[in-house]
Each structure stands twice: as C-alpha cells, then as structure tokens.
C-alpha cells in the first residue's frame, strides 16, 4: 500500500504543477508572476549578500559604479548613470584587475530598475586601491574622460 500512496502523491504533486503553469501561461499570470518576483528581489539580493555587504551598501561604505557617474554628472545632462554605467563599469574593472594582478573587484547583488537581481562590482571608497581603480578606469573610458576633464575646466 505505501507504493501506491506514493504514487498517488506523485500524481498529486505533477497535477499542482500543471495547475500552476496553466494559471503562469495566462497574461494575468505572468502579471502576478513578474509582480512577485520584484517583490521578491530585494530580500533575495540581502540573502545572496549576507548581512555584512548589505549594511554596507546601504550605509555607503561600499559603491557601484553609478552612483560615482551620478557625482560626476549631477544634473544629468550627460546621462553617464543611465547610458554609459555599465561600460565605464567594465573599464573600472579592467583597470582594478591590472593594478591588482588579475584579481576580481568585489561583487555584490542588487536590484536593477527593471526590478531583478543583478550582480555587479562594488568598490570601497575608502581603500585606495579601489579609488585607484576607479579613477584610472574613468579615465580611460572616453565618455567618462571627457566629463571629467569638462568638469576639471568647469
């Protein structure tokens, strides 16, 4: 009898599922579905963190790359933070791998305007190093250059 309550559970269980992804194939679905997942997001990115490089972002001991372009750019008449942020992103982190022997900035999770979890590189403000790698890689990038040498002249 235990094999047959098994496969009862079984039958059961891929019923649910097949519920479930009939209700996910309806727009109102996928709706709720998206809805949930950005609810999710925030408590996911803490988890896959940890507590320790949470506190830290929030606090701001460790940054990203777009809120260093948005000091750059305050009135965001260039538009770096939301056009360019992720290949002066890539070039910061070239530069921190040269001056580092290969190794790898921090990574940290957060949550993308579109609402998901993105992994990006997060750098500490008060390690020089990471400064370091921060200002040769903006100055490498050309449309981070140019800002910065308008606003050396500004």
Known sequence: MPKFAAILARRAATAARAAVARAAATPRGRKMITKARMFAAPAECMARNGLSTTTALRTGA????????????????????????SPAGRAVTEAFRALND????????????????????????????????????????????????ALAAG
């Open 62 to 85: 460790l940054t990203t790359i777009t809120p260093v372009l948005a000091a750059i750019d305050p009135t965001g008449e260039l538009e770096l933070a939301t056009r360019f942020s």
């Open 102 to 149: 290969g190794d790898e900035p921090r990574t940290a999770w957060k949550v993308a305007d579109t609402g998901y979890p993105i992994e990006v590189k997060v750098y500490n403000l008060d390690s020089s190093r990471d400064r370091q790698a921060l200002g040769d890689g903006l100055t490498h990038y050309k449309r981070t250059a140019q800002a910065l040498i």
